[in-house]
Structure formats: C-alpha cells, structure tokens
C-alpha cells in the first residue's frame, strides 16, 4: 500500500499526523512527504541555534530540510519530496507582504506539481490540509484547494487514481483548550472519519518534533509543546475529504478495504 501525504513547510507532518505515518511505515506501507516549502520563514526558538548564521530565505530552508529529512527517518518516511516553493510567513499579513511565497503563485501551477507527484507515486491514500488548514496558515489553505484539485484530477490522468483523501482535523474540545478559536478551526465530533490511536507511537512522534530542532527548542522545553497541542501524542483525527469507489463499511479504517 502506498500513502502520500501533502504538507507546507518541514514539522507540519509531524505536528499532524505524526503517529499514522509511523504506523502506516512500521506496518510495511510505502510512505512518501511531498512538501510544498523548505519553511524559509520559521522562526528559530532553539537557544544553541544562531539565528544570524541561518537567516530567513536560503540559508533557513536548508536547516529545515536537513531537519525534515531526520524527522522523516525517525517516523519510517521515504526521504522528503520539495516542491521548491517558498514558505509565505505566518501571520496573514505577513505572507501578504512576501511576494515570492507560496500564497502568490498560482494555484492552478501549485495543483499541476501535486498532481504530478501523484501521478508518478501512485498513491491510494492521500493526506493533505483541510479547509481552515489545521489552523489558518494561509500556505495551508493554498495547499489544500491546490491538493484537492489534484486528487480530483487524478482520475483523468491514471488508471488507478487515488481512493481516498483524509484531512488531519481536532475536535472542537481540544481546539478549545488552546489559543484558537474552536468554532473556526475545530469540527464536531461526527465529522470524523477516522481515529487513530497513536499512543504506541508516542515516542516516535516525540523523536521526530525534535528533530525538528529550530522550530521546537530544546528537549527541556517538550512539556510546553504537548500544553500547546493537547492530544498530540493520544490521537490522531481525519475527515474524509475525498472518496472514489463504494463507501467503505464503518468504522472507518485509514486503510480498509485497498
């Protein structure tokens, strides 16, 4: 079985939907990252890290790459797939005054370079953003309409497209429990397909935020990270955003049924 998932910037996977991936890996399951930026714009919270010897652009990308391409061999991931795009920034304002980031190029060019890395890795089960992008990064949303798209597209060009696409959600409860706002960027408990237990991969999911070093700061500092992100290590939540074929029997499995 192959799986791809489509994320915006280096740790997005692992923040996400971390756990699946290593179970859908350590199950014996393909497993590719496509990644639409090298997270050109993340801010460095690692005290040992000089921020000066890696300045946002170029030089940034590359610390991100080297740590996405860890964080991938620690959950059992092919090595990361770059779109080349660059990462907009986050709040909106900010990608809205980046011209070269993500969020400007167009949209049916993004969906083109996703659609060709579906077709080239022939994936059952594709991975990607919901509407709100998890949680409103504007190169999430761009992503999303452009993966959407090309899951769709799919089906003109392969004989075996895609059958089914999930979005990473949270419930609403846990979305309330952190800075969000849970009516925008959390969904009702019935809107999820899929629950995952991520509990026996806890420590992966562990090993591979941190290897995302820039963006999670030192391992002393991991307790901030799970009161930030309530459930990250328990469950893993996905809405059914794309279905081809007869509606599998519920529960829903990631897999069931391919």
């Known amino acids: 079985m192959r799986l791809l998932a489509v994320f915006a910037h280096p740790d997005d996977e692992s923040f996400f939907c971390g756990g699946t991936l290593a179970w859908c890996a350590s199950m014996g399951h393909s497993v590719y990252l496509v990644c639409a930026t090298r997270g050109e714009q993340g801010e460095i919270r690692h005290p040992d890290i000089d921020p000066g010897r890696y300045p946002k652009g170029e030089a ?3 610390l991100r790459q080297a740590e996405l391409e860890a964080a991938c061999q620690v959950l059992g991931l092919k090595p990361p797939i770059f779109l080349g795009y660059q990462d907009s920034g986050y709040p909106l304002e900010v990608a809205q ?16 370079a996703v659609l060709e890395q579906i077709v080239r890795l022939r994936p059952h089960v594709v991975i990607g953003f919901d509407p709100k992008g998890y949680y409103g990064h504007p190169d999430h949303i761009h992503l999303h309409r452009a993966t959407l798209g090309a899951f769709w597209r799919a089906g003109n060009r392969m004989d075996e497209p895609p059958r089914r696409l999930f979005f990473p959600v949270r419930p609403r409860e846990r979305v309330a429990r952190t800075r969000f706002d849970p009516d925008r960027y959390g969904v009702s408990s019935d809107s999820i397909a899929v629950r995952v237990d991520v509990r026996p991969h806890a420590q992966t999911i562990r090993a591979a935020l941190l290897a995302h070093r820039s ?6 500092g991991f307790e901030r990270i799970l009161e930030d992100w309530p459930g990250l290590l328990e469950e893993e939540c996905f809405a059914l955003g794309g279905l081809r074929g007869a509606f599998p029997k519920e529960p829903l499995d990631l897999l069931a049924g391919l």
């Open 60 to 62: 940034r990308g590359r």
């Open 97 to 112: 005054a980046n011209p070269r980031g993500l969020i400007h190029q167009s949209l049916e060019e993004v969906e083109e």
């Open 215 to 220: 963006q999670i700061g030192p391992e002393e």
